[in-house]
């Protein structure tokens, strides 16, 4: 059974710029999760997928945005680089899309904003 | 809206001694209730989920949970630490307000030990 893979495992941007994270779910998982972690913080929530549609979404502005593929793999784009964007991406996937759904995380993308 | 609070940003243990990481929520009915650990430079690991039925429950690498619902309350324990248990440690709350799916993490309690 593979796990839940992501790439890059490290990214340099600059302001204003934009960034594609990719995420490779666990086998058989239809839903994926991304999450921003700044350093010394819990993971936020920025929006999942389910069956390819975005299925909830937290408090991140338009500029960031998402897929997910048949094969169930994601991406997370983010759009005009901030300094602020500067955090570990995670992306997690689980059986279900529910509540109470136990989900598997990648390794994350960390990712910096000159 | 619901919270998770994490009171303790850090905690230090001696190696062999006993933990309980404490956990405090805020949501309208029972919650999911989950606790994550990560290592330095690693995504997060589920260690134990509570839905429903049996208030204690066991996870893995020996770390138990108690759900106190007059507390809001979902603190983590484990009788012996090991030094290896070194880590941050995460309580996350899910549920569906509202019809959409919003997790929610603690900011985390970074567990020291000591040999």
């Known amino acids: 059974e593979t796990g839940v893979t992501q790439s890059p495992t490290h990214l340099i941007k600059t302001r204003g710029q934009q960034v594609t994270l990719r995420c490779s779910s666990q086998s058989g998982h239809n839903t994926v999760s991304w999450y921003q972690q700044a350093l010394g913080q819990g993971p936020q929530f920025i929006f999942q997928y389910y069956r390819e549609e975005e299925n909830g979404r937290g408090n991140f502005p338009p500029r960031f945005s998402g897929l997910q593929f048949p094969n169930y793999s994601s991406e997370l784009n983010v759009n005009a680089l901030e300094l602020d964007d500067s955090a570990l991406y995670l992306c997690?996937?689980?059986?279900?899309?529910?509540?109470?759904?136990?989900?598997?995380f990648g390794p994350g993308t960390r990712l910096t904003v000159l | 809206a619901q919270s998770v609070t994490q009171p303790d940003i850090h905690i230090t243990v001696s190696e062999g001694a006993s933990l309980e990481l404490r956990c405090n929520y805020s949501?309208?009915?029972?919650?999911?209730l989950f606790w994550y650990v990560q290592s330095p430079g690693q995504g997060l690991q589920l260690l134990l989920k509570y839905f429903s039925g049996d208030t204690l429950v066991q996870g893995i690498k020996g770390f138990e949970a108690e759900f106190k619902r007059s507390q809001s309350s979902f603190n983590l324990r484990k009788p012996s630490v090991h030094w290896s248990d070194a880590a941050e440690y995460f309580c996350a709350v899910g549920a569906h307000p509202g019809g959409s799916y919003i997790p929610t993490f603690g900011r985390g309690t970074s567990l020291i030990v000591h040999p």
């Open positions: 997690a996937s689980s059986l279900v899309s529910s509540g109470g759904a136990a989900q598997y």
């Open positions: 949501y309208g009915a029972t919650p999911y």
